[in-house]
């Protein structure tokens, strides 16, 4: 999530936790019978809010609190539901002539590829993504436990170089993340 949706998420939850706890505590106190707060509830006229319901305004009260709630909410929804994309990348190199741009998620699908073809990893992925507005090529690969950790990290090594070098010039971080398979346990007879 980028730092705009993650900064909106966490506003919105402290201002609902904030109301939350002042109705809670409010609550609270009205029933332990807290002077200040008995006096406050019994100044609500019961019958004006009955008159407020019944009236024309209530219907009208009731679509902006909808319509509020749907403005203030969808962004929140989509902002966590959709994954943060990488935009092209402008290599070094480009000049007035024209630029070199290529898409961060065509250099992880690339590196994948290569490391999938070794019988070392059980599994690859490589993925681009906006990561509170750091940009990040994401290498993961799981290997088998027969491997030892310098075979496995000259291979991983060798492609991170490259990737590094692919970008370099721009702000993109890569990261490597090498998962071992659990070992079996030799079964009994």
């Known amino acids: 999530m980028?730092?705009?949706?993650?900064?909106?998420?966490?506003?919105t939850t402290a201002l609902l936790g904030l109301?939350?706890?002042?109705?809670?505590?409010?609550?609270i106190a009205w029933n332990l019978g807290v002077?200040?707060?008995v006096d406050w509830v019994e100044r609500i006229d019961n019958d004006a809010v009955g008159s407020f319901a019944d009236s024309g305004w209530w219907t009208?009260?009731?679509?902006g609190i909808v319509l509020l709630t749907l403005v203030w909410a969808m962004p929140l929804i989509v902002s966590a539901v959709?994954?943060?994309?990488?935009?092209?990348?402008e290599l070094d190199g480009s000049d007035e002539t024209g630029a070199m741009s290529i898409?961060?998620?065509?250099?992880?699908?690339?590196?994948?590829?290569?490391?999938d073809g070794e019988p070392m990893f059980t599994s690859v992925s490589a993925r681009a993504l906006d990561d509170r507005s750091r940009r990040i090529i994401r290498l993961e690969a799981?290997?088998?436990?027969e491997r030892t950790y310098p075979e496995i990290a000259a291979k991983v090594?060798?492609?991170?170089?490259?990737?590094?070098?692919?970008?370099?010039?721009?702000?993109?971080h890569v990261q490597a993340f090498v998962h071992l398979e659990a070992r079996k346990a030799p079964s009994r007879r």
């Open 19 to 27: 109301v939350l706890l002042v109705v809670g505590a409010a609550a």
């Open 157 to 172: 090594g060798v492609v991170t170089d490259q990737i590094r070098d692919a970008v370099d010039g721009t702000d993109v």
């Open 82 to 89: 959709r994954p943060g994309t990488v935009d092209d990348l």
């Open 60 to 63: 009208l009260v009731l679509a």
């Open 142 to 145: 799981t290997a088998s436990p």
């Open 103 to 115: 898409a961060p998620k065509l250099i992880a699908a690339a590196v994948a590829d290569e490391l």
């Open 35 to 37: 002077q200040p707060v």
């Open 2 to 11: 980028n730092r705009l949706p993650a900064a909106v998420h966490r506003s």
